[in-house]
């Protein structure tokens, strides 16, 4: 007598279903033009999506550099893809919730191939870096590491993980050419219409010129090189220059040597909060 098996109509079919479904499928993500296909269009929406602000190698610019073996706010694929879709809230880091489900993983693969390129040494010295940012640079008279130091200019604490190198010698060397997109662009990130510089003729003849500290329609403040706080109705100017892409920061391109700035970056780099 024959035994139920392979013969069996309910056999049959399930086998057609698993040979039919399952094993095409398993083959097919490990064929290797497969892989290659997926991953250049990871790299593809990720030149698309990302490249602007984390670089189009991924070592970093106005964002972090993203070529490290380990993310802080996204330690597995999961949180990777939450944070490609949602972004990090309170930070420049925006959400790419326009892309899809596949795309999201197919992006997230890519950018977890990216951690394991060694990452190039920085050619400075860090300590030298430091001497340099407290003493020649003066750049505690606008700036603050870990509460420390004046608030003309964003606060450095932890500058070394939010920014690349290549952005940081830029910020040093072109101060404004550096800027993320301010104004105009609702979906620009924050950036620094904080520091915004504004030049103001009041009605009187007076002129005023400082950084913008706050705005509506009515009113405008803002601090003068001497700290002082000027609050000032709008009706009472009779020009408000709006100065973007310029910055307040001098440029040290002439100040220090190209050694001095490799070191100071390398200070910057370094620089990375609580980390
Ligand atoms: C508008 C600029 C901008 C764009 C576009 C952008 N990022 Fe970011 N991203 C940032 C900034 C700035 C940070 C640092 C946030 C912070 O910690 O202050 C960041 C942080 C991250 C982090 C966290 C890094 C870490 O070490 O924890 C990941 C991961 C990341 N971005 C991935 C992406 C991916 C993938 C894309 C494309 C879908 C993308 N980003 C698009 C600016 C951007
Ligand atoms: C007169 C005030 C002033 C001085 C001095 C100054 N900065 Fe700045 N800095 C600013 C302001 C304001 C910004 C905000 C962006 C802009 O306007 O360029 C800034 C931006 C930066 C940024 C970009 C920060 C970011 O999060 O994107 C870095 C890095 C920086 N400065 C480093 C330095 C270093 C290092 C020195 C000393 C060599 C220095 N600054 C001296 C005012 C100053």
Redesign the pocket.
Known sequence: MKTKGASSPVAIIAAVILTGCAVPLRSNDSRPDRITEESARGKRLFQGHCARCHGIQATGG?GPSLAQPKLRNAPDQAALIRVIRNGIPDTAMPGAWQISDGDARLLASYVRTLGKVVPRPMPGDAVQGRA??EGK???A???RIQGQG?V???D?TS?GR??GPE??RQ??VD??A??PEVGGDAHAPPG?AQ?LPVRVLMREGREIQG?RLNEDDFTIQLRDADHRIHSLRKSELSQLQKEFGK????S?ESV?TPAELDD?IAY?ASLRGDE
Do not use: D, E
């Open positions: 106005f340099i940012y640079g003066t750049c008279t606008c700036h004046g003309t200019g964003p450095l500058v939010r920014r952005y940081l910020a040093l101060p404004g550096a800027l620094y520091f950084i910055s307040p920061m001098p040290y220090l100071l910057l």
